[in-house]
C-alpha cells in the first residue's frame, strides 16, 4: 500500500513540476508538426460539471505547446450531446492564445450521449474544406469519454479511419474494454487510455508525443502497427499526372528478402501485411517524379509480438439466469475455445465449446443471485493452450421497483415514491436529471421509498430513475418523464405536472 501511494506521489510531483515549467513559458516548442487534430469531448449530462472543467484544463494543457496556423497544427471541438455541436471550426484560431481562451470559455451542453451520431458528423462535416480541414496533411481524433454512450460507435468510427484518421481514445470511467480498444487506432496500448479524471495530467505527455509521431510533417511514418502488419503514411508529394511511389521494405537482419511495391502517384498511404512478428522492418519510400527530384525516406518498424488469447475476459450482460462472457484477441492460430463455469464455492464445473472465430458467448440456465469462476482456455492449432479466468455475478430475480409515481408537494416540488423491489435490497438511488439546472442523485435505505424532488421548474421536462442496490450489483432501473406545466394565473403558483 505504501509503496502505491509513494508511486503516485511521485508521478503527481512530476505532473506539478512540469506545470510549472509551463506557466513560467519554458514548455518544449513542438517543431515541423502538421495535421488537423480533432476533440470529441463528452459534453452530455452523464459528466459533471467537476468533470467537465478538469477535461478542459487537460486539452489546454495537452495543446500548449502547438504552434497553430495554415502550415502548422489547427484544431477543432465537436460536443458529444443529444445532437452533436461545433465548438469551433479549424482554422478560426490560429493562435497558442487564441486556442487556449475558446477552450477555457467553452460550456458544457448536457443532453444525451449520441457518441455515434458525432462521430457521423465528424465524418461529413469536420474533416472537409468548409470546416477549414486540409486535405493533404494528417488527422488526428482525440475521444474523451466517460466510457459510456448511448448510439453505436463502431461503424462511423471505422469509416473515419477508413480515411486515414488516427484515433486516440481517453476513458475517464470504466467503460468497454472490447468496444474501445477495436474503436482505437492499433495497437491500443499506444492508442487507448484508461485514467481518473484527476489522474489526466499523467497521461499528457505520452499522449502528446504519440500525436506529435503522428503529424510530424514531411515524413513517412507507420500507424495501426499489429504482429503482422502495419499502415505505411507519408505527405501528399506527387499526384498521378507527376509520378508514382516506389515502397521498398525488408527486415533489417535479412536485407535479401526486399520486397517493392509501386503504388500511384495520388496516393498517401500503403498497408504493408503477411509480415513477421516481432520483427524490425527497414522501409524506404522513393518518390518516382517526372518533373524534379525528390529525395526518399526512410523509417524502421517493428512489429508486434504474436496475440496471444485470451488476453482479456470480460463479463457483461448480467441477468439472473445468464451472462455473457467477452474475450479478446482472437488470432487465427487459435483452434477453439473452452469456456468452463461453476458457482462458487463449489467443485462442479460445466464445459462449452465454441469456435476459434467467436470472441463471446452467453451462459445461461444459471442460477440468480450467484458468484461464478469463468475460465476461457483457447486451443491453439499448434497443441498449446492458454487460460484466464474472471468471476461473474447473476442478478437477483425481478430485481427491479415497480409503480413510480408522483404526488405534488408544493411550488416546483414533486414527491417521487415507488413500491420495493424483491430480494435483499441495500438501498435505492434515485437520479433526477433537469431540463434547467443540473442533476441530482440521492441514495436511500432500503426502508425508504420516497424522495422529494425540488426546484422542478415551471414549463420544463425531467427525468426522475429509480434503482434497487444489491450486494453483487444493482438493479435495473425504471424511468419516467415528467413535464412541469407552466404556471397561469388562474393556478397561482401551485405546478401542474403530468407523467
Same mark, same amino acid.
Given at each position: 500500500?505504501?509503496?502505491?501511494?509513494?508511486?503516485?506521489?511521485?508521478?503527481?510531483?512530476?505532473?506539478?513540476?512540469?506545470?510549472?515549467?509551463?506557466?513560467?513559458?519554458?514548455?518544449?516548442?513542438?517543431?515541423?508538426?502538421?495535421?488537423?487534430?480533432?476533440?470529441?469531448?463528452?459534453?452530455?449530462?452523464?459528466?459533471?460539471?467537476?468533470?467537465?472543467?478538469?477535461?478542459?484544463?487537460?486539452?489546454?494543457?495537452?495543446?500548449?505547446?502547438?504552434?497553430?496556423?495554415?502550415?502548422?497544427?489547427?484544431?477543432?471541438?465537436?460536443?458529444?450531446?443529444?445532437?452533436?455541436?461545433?465548438?469551433?471550426?479549424?482554422?478560426?484560431?490560429?493562435?497558442?492564445?487564441?486556442?487556449?481562451?475558446?477552450?477555457?470559455?467553452?460550456?458544457?451542453?448536457?443532453?444525451?450521449?449520441?457518441?455515434?451520431?458525432?462521430?457521423?458528423?465528424?465524418?461529413?462535416?469536420?474533416?472537409?474544406?468548409?470546416?477549414?480541414?486540409?486535405?493533404?496533411?494528417?488527422?488526428?481524433?482525440?475521444?474523451?469519454?466517460?466510457?459510456?454512450?448511448?448510439?453505436?460507435?463502431?461503424?462511423?468510427?471505422?469509416?473515419?479511419?477508413?480515411?486515414?484518421?488516427?484515433?486516440?481514445?481517453?476513458?475517464?470511467?470504466?467503460?468497454?474494454?472490447?468496444?474501445?480498444?477495436?474503436?482505437?487506432?492499433?495497437?491500443?496500448?499506444?492508442?487507448?487510455?484508461?485514467?481518473?479524471?484527476?489522474?489526466?495530467?499523467?497521461?499528457?505527455?505520452?499522449?502528446?508525443?504519440?500525436?506529435?509521431?503522428?503529424?510530424?510533417?514531411?515524413?513517412?511514418?507507420?500507424?495501426?502497427?499489429?504482429?503482422?502488419?502495419?499502415?505505411?503514411?507519408?505527405?501528399?508529394?506527387?499526384?498521378?499526372?507527376?509520378?508514382?511511389?516506389?515502397?521498398?521494405?525488408?527486415?533489417?537482419?535479412?536485407?535479401?528478402?526486399?520486397?517493392?511495391?509501386?503504388?500511384?502517384?495520388?496516393?498517401?498511404?500503403?498497408?504493408?501485411?503477411?509480415?513477421?512478428?516481432?520483427?524490425?522492418?527497414?522501409?524506404?519510400?522513393?518518390?518516382?517524379?517526372?518533373?524534379?527530384?525528390?529525395?526518399?525516406?526512410?523509417?524502421?518498424?517493428?512489429?508486434?509480438?504474436?496475440?496471444?488469447?485470451?488476453?482479456?475476459?470480460?463479463?457483461?450482460?448480467?441477468?439472473?439466469?445468464?451472462?455473457?462472457?467477452?474475450?479478446?484477441?482472437?488470432?487465427?492460430?487459435?483452434?477453439?475455445?473452452?469456456?468452463?463455469?461453476?458457482?462458487?464455492?463449489?467443485?462442479?464445473?460445466?464445459?462449452?465449446?465454441?469456435?476459434?472465430?467467436?470472441? +463471446?458467448?452467453? *451462459?445461461?440456465? @444459471? %442460477?440468480?443471485?450467484? $458468484?461464478?469462476? &469463468?475460465? !476461457?482456455?483457447?486451443? =491453439? /492449432?499448434?497443441?498449446?493452450?492458454?487460460?484466464?479466468?474472471?468471476?461473474?455475478?447473476?442478478?437477483?430475480?425481478?430485481?427491479?421497483?415497480?409503480?413510480?409515481?408522483?404526488?405534488?408537494?408544493?411550488?416546483?416540488?414533486?414527491?417521487?415514491?415507488?413500491?420495493?423491489?424483491?430480494?435483499?435490497?441495500?438501498?435505492?438511488?434515485?437520479?433526477?436529471?433537469?431540463?434547467?439546472?443540473?442533476?441530482?442523485?440521492?441514495?436511500?435505505?432500503?426502508?425508504?421509498? +420516497?424522495?422529494? *424532488?425540488?426546484? @422542478? %421548474?415551471?414549463?420544463? $421536462?425531467?427525468? &426522475?430513475? !429509480?434503482?434497487?442496490? =444489491? /450486494?453483487?450489483?444493482?438493479?435495473?432501473?425504471?424511468?419516467?418523464?415528467?413535464?412541469?406545466?407552466?404556471?397561469?394565473?388562474?393556478?397561482?403558483?401551485?405546478?401542474?405536472?403530468?407523467?
Amino acid at each position: 500500500m505504501f509503496a502505491r501511494t509513494a508511486l503516485q506521489l511521485a508521478l503527481w510531483l512530476q505532473v506539478a513540476l512540469g506545470q510549472s515549467i509551463s506557466k513560467k513559458g519554458l514548455l518544449p516548442f513542438v517543431p515541423d508538426s502538421e495535421g488537423d487534430l480533432l476533440f470529441l469531448l463528452d459534453s452530455s449530462g452523464s459528466v459533471s460539471y467537476y468533470e467537465f472543467s478538469r477535461i478542459k484544463e487537460f486539452i489546454r494543457d495537452l495543446l500548449r505547446p502547438f504552434t497553430f496556423g495554415p502550415s502548422d497544427v489547427q484544431t477543432s471541438i465537436i460536443h458529444i450531446s443529444t445532437v452533436p455541436a461545433m465548438e469551433f471550426p479549424f482554422d478560426r484560431y490560429l493562435s497558442t492564445g487564441a486556442v487556449q481562451q475558446a477552450i477555457r470559455d467553452m460550456q458544457q451542453l448536457m443532453g444525451d450521449t449520441n457518441t455515434g451520431k458525432a462521430l457521423s458528423y465528424a465524418k461529413e462535416k469536420f474533416f472537409t474544406d468548409e470546416a477549414g480541414a486540409r486535405a493533404e496533411v494528417p488527422k488526428v481524433l482525440v475521444w474523451v469519454t466517460d466510457g459510456f454512450s448511448t448510439d453505436d460507435i463502431s461503424q462511423p468510427m471505422q469509416l473515419l479511419k477508413d480515411m486515414g484518421v488516427t484515433v486516440f481514445i481517453v476513458s475517464t470511467g470504466r467503460g468497454n474494454y472490447l468496444e474501445l480498444s477495436a474503436a482505437s487506432s492499433q495497437p491500443p496500448e499506444t492508442h487507448l487510455h484508461f485514467v481518473d479524471v484527476d489522474d489526466l495530467p499523467i497521461i499528457t505527455k505520452e499522449l502528446r508525443d504519440a500525436i506529435i509521431d503522428v503529424i510530424r510533417a514531411k515524413r513517412l511514418r507507420a500507424v495501426d502497427i499489429t504482429s503482422t502488419s502495419f499502415r505505411l503514411m507519408w505527405p501528399r508529394l506527387l499526384s498521378s499526372d507527376t509520378g508514382h511511389y516506389m515502397v521498398e521494405f525488408a527486415p533489417t537482419d535479412d536485407p535479401g528478402r526486399k520486397l517493392a511495391k509501386q503504388v500511384s502517384g495520388d496516393h498517401t498511404g500503403l498497408l504493408l501485411s503477411n509480415l513477421s512478428p516481432e520483427t524490425t522492418y527497414e522501409v524506404v519510400l522513393i518518390p518516382e517524379s517526372n518533373v524534379h527530384y525528390i529525395a526518399p525516406q526512410t523509417t524502421r518498424v517493428t512489429t508486434l509480438e504474436e496475440e496471444i488469447s485470451p488476453a482479456q475476459v470480460l463479463i457483461s450482460e448480467s441477468k439472473p439466469h445468464s451472462f455473457r462472457v467477452s474475450w479478446s484477441p482472437t488470432p487465427d492460430s487459435v483452434g477453439s475455445y473452452q469456456v468452463l463455469y461453476g458457482p462458487l464455492p463449489g467443485n462442479s464445473a460445466k464445459l462449452l465449446e465454441v469456435d476459434g472465430a467467436r470472441n +463471446s458467448t452467453v *451462459l445461461e440456465n @444459471l %442460477a440468480p443471485n450467484t $458468484t461464478y469462476l &469463468v475460465t !476461457v482456455v483457447a486451443l =491453439y /492449432k499448434s497443441g498449446k493452450e492458454k487460460a484466464l479466468s474472471a468471476k461473474a455475478c447473476t442478478q437477483e430475480e425481478s430485481s427491479k421497483v415497480r409503480h413510480l409515481r408522483f404526488e405534488d408537494m408544493g411550488p416546483n416540488t414533486l414527491k417521487a415514491s415507488w413500491d420495493s423491489a424483491d430480494g435483499s435490497v441495500l438501498g435505492y438511488r434515485v437520479r433526477c436529471r433537469r431540463q434547467t439546472g443540473p442533476s441530482s442523485l440521492f441514495s436511500v435505505s432500503p426502508q425508504i421509498h +420516497s424522495v422529494l *424532488l425540488t426546484d @422542478l %421548474a415551471s414549463g420544463s $421536462t425531467n427525468q &426522475v430513475c !429509480v434503482r434497487p442496490v =444489491y /450486494k453483487n450489483q444493482a438493479g435495473k432501473r425504471l424511468c419516467r418523464v415528467v413535464h412541469m406545466q407552466p404556471v397561469t394565473a388562474a393556478q397561482g403558483y401551485k405546478p401542474r405536472w403530468r407523467a
